[in-house]
């Protein structure tokens, strides 16, 4: 196991984002589920903890009940090479019920957030040309699913 390994609190759903997880992300696995028994909290035989990894990263899941909610104070990042990639993560993370926001960010159907991110943002809006750097912010500002093609254009304007 990793030394630091987020840990993610679902209701009681935790078997459902580990399916929909390991289907959004091609390079996926489960590597451990423990399951509730006479002790409870949970029913017994359902889902307590697993630990899934994505794309080479650990997290691990937990039915908790309903007591704690995610927020957008925290969010996982996606760096994405090109807008092929940015369109897959965002319209498989907004499936069955995710929510848009804004500048690359989205809420799936747990409520978790993500953010959607071109390789090419950081240079874009932390470019040497301050004019050229505040166009691209400015547009970004402007966008929920970024769009790479529209990003370098407000750049080079």
């Given at each position: 196991?990793?030394?630091?390994?987020?840990?993610?609190?679902f209701d009681n759903n935790?078997?459902?984002?580990?399916?929909?997880?390991?289907?959004?992300?091609?390079?996926?696995?489960?590597?451990?589920?423990?399951?509730?028994?006479?002790?409870?909290?949970?029913?017994?035989?359902?889902?307590?903890?697993?630990?899934?990894?994505?794309?080479?990263?650990?997290?691990?899941?937990?039915?908790?009940?309903?007591?704690?909610?995610?927020?957008?104070?925290?969010?996982?990042?996606?760096?994405?090479?090109?807008?092929?990639?940015?369109?897959?993560?965002?319209?498989?993370?907004?499936?069955?019920?995710?929510?848009?926001?804004?500048?690359?960010?989205?809420?799936?159907?747990?409520?978790?957030?993500?953010?959607?991110?071109?390789?090419?943002?950081?240079?874009?809006?932390?470019?040497?040309?301050?004019?050229?750097?505040?166009?691209?912010?400015?547009?970004?500002?402007?966008?929920?699913?970024?769009?790479?093609?529209?990003?370098?254009?407000?750049y080079e304007q």
């Amino acid at each position: 196991m990793e030394k630091i390994t987020p840990f993610l609190w679902f209701d009681n759903n935790a078997d459902e984002a580990i399916k929909f997880y390991t289907s959004v992300f091609k390079n996926s696995k489960v590597t451990n589920t423990s399951y509730y028994g006479e002790a409870g909290p949970g029913p017994k035989g359902t889902i307590m903890t697993a630990t899934i990894e994505l794309e080479g990263r650990q997290f691990m899941l937990l039915n908790g009940g309903p007591i704690f909610k995610f927020t957008e104070a925290i969010s996982l990042f996606i760096s994405c090479k090109d807008q092929k990639e940015v369109d897959y993560y965002w319209d498989k993370l907004i499936e069955g019920g995710g929510k848009p926001s804004q500048c690359g960010w989205l809420k799936d159907k747990f409520g978790l957030s993500w953010q959607v991110v071109p390789e090419i943002l950081g240079e874009l809006i932390g470019g040497k040309d301050a004019r050229r750097a505040k166009n691209a912010m400015q547009a970004m500002l402007k966008m929920s699913k970024l769009d790479i093609k529209k990003l370098k254009e407000a750049y080079e304007q």
